[in-house]
């Protein structure tokens, strides 16, 4: 090797891969992997001693509300994407339920103008399915900037929903990529409004059941298995659903939540409105069986769905108060807490948070650490204690339900496509995000 052949050298570290876990260093050049390997005798503009560290493929985090153009009081592209750096992520998808909605080209068009160079992460923007948009699905999945499209068949924070079946299937008869959904059955939902107990946040999993998520999924997978379309079943949160969906995994993917695995229906009683999602936290059985389903290999990815409100949003007496809470900035280190806790491998996790994304996604050029690859990495310490506090979350809102949390994993540094974008807990690099691309749309 002769001199300076790199712009970064990463020396010393654990690289995680899909060849293993062992010692590696990895030279990077402009926005691309260049070498990996002993690189002893090479050189670097910057050589970073990664010793202790471990070196991971980028965390994709295919969930995220980050709320621009609209309730930006809440969120906005740029520190939504700072708190997704801050926590060792490379990438989002971003949900299609802002204002205005993302349904159009030219809302899609917008979104992408206002985070190139702007947000710190790649990122990627759903397109909302409608009942009027559903001709052009094949055409607004494919343009540039798109996830693809994401569907709510049940009603959350915001106004898309197409509930019924007929609807469903003309989006899915239109749609050649893998459309996102969530999935809760609107007609049920609508029934079963007395079940919320106003002031009781315990009851948004007694309003909004199993039998909620279940029924929508059953009809789903019946519609999809029709058109003869691949589905992802975006946070899954029933052990029936996991159930279900593991008979149809030649057409469905499955997406869990760090919350989903972490809190159950127990937390209401301390964290009350904070913990308020849709789909809902739910009690502990529930919580066993996506980690079985995590386990066996149902679970295809981890999403965040971060979905940031305000605490004085928050605070308004249930049912007034809106459902999501922060996770993007969390969900590295709350994974990385189950890893030191024997529930997860570091392989698995990388397998859920990159390959994952990557094969589910058809995603061009990233989710493995490979030459030829976008030099995208989470560089985590699995050793180091911290404790999660609302002061380090960068998020608009400003606060996480794990305040006060003692975690066991940290991500220490975030490199997309070859910049050092995060060190130590530091935003280094200039914003430069950009698109991520799809091989299903190159
Ligand atoms: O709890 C949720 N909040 N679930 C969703 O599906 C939407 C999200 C939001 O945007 O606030």
Known sequence: M?????????????????????????????????????????????????????????????????????????????????????GGVVGVFEMPNTNPLTTTPEALADKVARATGRMHCDFAFYVGGTHENAKDIAELERLPGAAGIKVFMGSSTGSLLVADDAGVTEILRHARRRAAFHSEDEFRLIERMGERVPGDPASHPVWRDVETAMACTRR????????????????????????LLSRHKDIASVEVTPHHLTLSADDYATLGTKIQMNPPVRDKSHREILWRGLDQGVVDVIGSDHAPHTLEEKARAYPDSPSGMTGAQTLVPIMLDHVAAGRLTLQRFVDLTSAGPARLFQIARKGRIAVGFDADLTIVDLKRRETIRNSWIASRCGWTPYHGKQVTGWPVGTFVRGARVMWEGEVLAPSTGQPIRFLEAL
């Open 2 to 86: 002769t001199a300076k052949n790199f712009d970064f050298i990463l020396r010393g570290g654990l690289v995680v891969n899909h060849d293993g876990v062992g010692p590696r260093d990895i030279g990077i050049r402009a926005e691309t992997i260049a070498a990996i390997g002993d690189l002893s005798l090479a050189s670097a503009g910057t050589t970073i001693d990664c010793d202790g560290l471990h070196i991971l493929p980028g965390v994709i985090d295919t969930q995220v509300h980050f709320r621009e153009p609209g309730p930006t009081h809440k969120e906005d592209l740029e520190t939504g994407s700072r708190a997704a750096v801050l």
């Open 220 to 243: 789903l997978i019946a519609i999809a298995r029709a058109q003869r379309a691949r589905i992802h079943v975006l946070h899954v949160s029933t052990g029936e659903e996991i159930e």
